[in-house]
């Protein structure tokens, strides 16, 4: 498969956990407090444990064709975008790849929690485990849509 397509697919798979988890953690962090009657009020309302599995294995996906393009992106564009002085950039990248081992690292525990029948004693573990992952995929999805726009798609 080319580059190309393997950075498409990379992506939807990024589009589609990104719903999840922010899915997730809006259900988790800003309940519906009444029935859910508006956008934001369906939004908030899902059942958040039925999203743990999809999220899991879109994270896992997401991060396996991550590391099958990486190598493309350290010894093809790496080079051009350090050459034009975007050093900044390149060191959220940098962070980019520390953050998605930390997210891997943290499904485990984030499973273990979420499953069912969820014990109420660990709903503060699933809110802070939520937001974790919530953040590195939303870092993750917006440097890596940088790092793109900075290189240029195909260029």
Same mark, same amino acid.
């Given at each position: 498969?080319?580059? #190309?397509?393997? =950075?498409?697919?990379?992506? /939807?798979?990024?589009? &589609?956990?990104?719903?999840?988890?922010? $899915?997730?953690?809006?259900?988790?962090? /800003?309940?519906?407090?009444?029935?859910? +009657?508006?956008?934001? +009020?369906? %939004?908030?309302?899902?059942?958040?444990?039925?999203?743990?599995?999809?999220?899991?294995?879109?994270?896992?996906?997401?991060?396996? %064709? @991550?590391?099958?393009?990486?190598?493309?992106?350290?010894?093809?564009?790496?080079?051009?975008?350090?050459?034009?002085?975007? $050093? &900044?950039?390149? @060191? #959220?990248?940098? /962070?980019?790849? $520390?953050?998605?081992?930390?997210? /891997?690292?943290?499904?485990? &525990?984030?499973?273990?929690?979420?499953? =069912?029948?969820?014990?109420?004693?660990?709903?503060?573990?699933?809110?802070?485990?939520?937001?974790?992952? &919530? %953040?590195?995929?939303?870092?993750?999805?917006?440097?890596?849509?940088?790092?793109?726009?900075?290189? +240029?798609? @195909?260029?």
């Amino acid at each position: 498969m080319s580059f #190309t397509v393997l =950075l498409i697919i990379h992506g /939807l798979l990024a589009v &589609a956990l990104l719903g999840a988890i922010t $899915h997730q953690a809006a259900s988790v962090w /800003l309940p519906a407090r009444k029935p859910a +009657g508006s956008f934001v +009020g369906r %939004f908030r309302g899902v059942g958040a444990a039925a999203y743990t599995n999809g999220i899991i294995v879109l994270y896992i996906c997401t991060f396996v %064709f @991550g590391s099958i393009i990486y190598p493309e992106f350290r010894i093809n564009i790496r080079n051009i975008v350090e050459e034009v002085g975007q $050093h &900044a950039v390149m @060191g #959220t990248f940098e /962070l980019k790849e $520390h953050f998605a081992v930390v997210g /891997l690292a943290v499904l485990p &525990a984030y499973w273990f929690f979420w499953r =069912l029948p969820l014990a109420d004693e660990h709903r503060r573990a699933r809110m802070c485990l939520t937001a974790i992952l &919530a %953040f590195v995929v939303w870092w993750n999805f917006l440097v890596g849509h940088v790092v793109n726009n900075v290189r +240029g798609f @195909g260029a």
